[in-house]
């Protein structure tokens, strides 16, 4: 999954994203964004741990 690299986004940025892209965009799982470093997705913790319970 990429570099390894954690980010924090902050819960207003996340409610942006909501208002703004919501209606075009349903959201079907978590926030999702591009590590600037490698440019590979980068999920929420808590999202990883729930995919791992699935699979597992």
Do not use: N
């Amino acid at each position: 999954m990429g570099c390894g690299v954690k980010e924090i986004i902050p819960e207003d940025v996340l409610d942006y994203f909501d208002l703004t892209y919501g209606e075009r965009t349903p959201l079907t799982g978590p926030h999702v964004f591009r590590c600037e470093k490698c440019h590979a997705e980068m999920y929420p913790d808590w999202w990883i741990e729930r995919q791992k319970r699935v699979t597992d």
